[in-house]
């Protein structure tokens, strides 16, 4: 009895360690991500688009852009992401409270493709 508990230890101690690897690689993806597309992480509210495959694109509000990004990439974002992955931040729009984030999402939400690009185009 005692054996299969310090083998059941064991397995937990191999499974957090890959959560925590799995979790960096996670961490270090979403960075690449972010790096590539030249977005700068905000804190407080924001408006954040995404290329998904097939060029869609996922129009999403967040108040930790970091955490939100993980969790689509771990598939638990939206099932539009889930669905349509792998994906890349297209851009990122600062809010000022998450009011405003949810009156722009609505806004941008109803955009054509073309007019959602422009408005994340860097000025």
């Not at 959560?19 to 408006?47: P, Y």
Request: positive net charge.
């Amino acid at each position: 009895m005692q054996r299969a508990v310090k083998e059941h230890k064991h397995s937990t101690w191999r499974c957090s360690l890959f959560s925590l690897m799995l979790l960096k690689e996670c961490f270090d993806i979403m960075q690449n991500m972010m790096t590539k597309s030249g977005v700068t992480v905000h804190d407080g509210w924001v408006l954040y688009i995404l290329t998904c495959r097939g060029d869609r694109l996922y129009t999403g509000i967040s108040n930790d852009l970091r955490s939100r990004l993980r969790a689509h990439k771990e598939g638990r974002g939206s099932k539009f992401v889930k669905a349509f992955s792998p994906f890349t931040l297209a851009g990122v729009v600062p809010c000022k409270d998450a009011t405003e984030a949810r009156k722009l999402e609505s806004r941008v939400k109803k955009m054509r493709r073309s007019e959602k690009l422009d408005f994340i185009k860097p000025r």
